[in-house]
């Protein structure tokens, strides 16, 4: 399950209900699909997305979502650093971004219109919405391996528009370690 950490405040929240009620005080949307369907590491993106078909059509309902896919990336992935360098810089959308995380782990930094950045480690069984205009940014752990379902209201996608703020070169892109650089030590 998450783990949502403030590093401004030195907060670390690791229980359900404690994570779900902050982060819908700051409008993301939380939660965890218990797994009842025993997928192999090895099925399709097809057999995923036709194994979470239900919970997929849920949310469809539930948020206009359209269309959905499944993103599979892993270490070598072609053009994983360029891809993730579009995303590792803190980005607004016209759409919501929606995530279902089925294996691996990332970190999405949220910074609210109001408070502290939030940092949300995701992993398998999570499921995460991002508003549409949200200011954020993802990278992935350490693994560097996510697969997820992706929701969409519009079938051709989402396109970043960065803010160009700065912001996230303060804090590090990395999972269960320190995320926030203090300003005191970005000059070293």
């Not at 779900?20 to 993106?45: M, P, Q, R």
């Not at 993802?138 to 997820?148: G, M, Q, T």
Request: one cysteine or more; charged letters at 30%; glycine letters at 8%.
């Amino acid at each position: 399950m998450a783990t949502v950490r403030i590093p401004d405040q030195n907060v670390t929240l690791t229980e359900f209900d404690e994570i779900k009620s902050y982060l819908a005080g700051i409008g993301i949307g939380f939660d965890v699909w218990k797994s009842e369907h025993n997928i192999e590491k090895t099925a399709s993106n097809e057999e995923i997305l036709e194994s979470y078909a239900k919970e997929i059509e849920q949310l469809k309902e539930e948020g206009g979502y359209v269309t959905a896919d499944v993103i599979n990336v892993y270490p070598d992935t072609p053009g994983l650093d360029a891809m993730l360098a579009k995303f590792s810089r803190e980005h607004w959308h016209d759409e919501d971004e929606v995530r279902f995380i089925t294996e691996g782990r990332g970190i999405f930094h949220i910074r609210p219109k109001e408070g502290d950045v939030v940092a949300i480690q995701v992993e398998e069984g999570d499921l995460i919405r991002v508003p549409a205009g949200t200011w954020h940014w993802f990278d992935l752990c350490e693994e560097k391996r996510i697969r997820a379902i992706r929701l969409f209201q519009d079938p051709t996608g989402w396109t970043p528009h960065y803010t160009e703020s700065g912001v996230d070169s303060g804090y590090m892109p990395l999972c269960f370690g320190l995320s926030f650089i203090p300003s005191e030590l970005q000059k070293i």
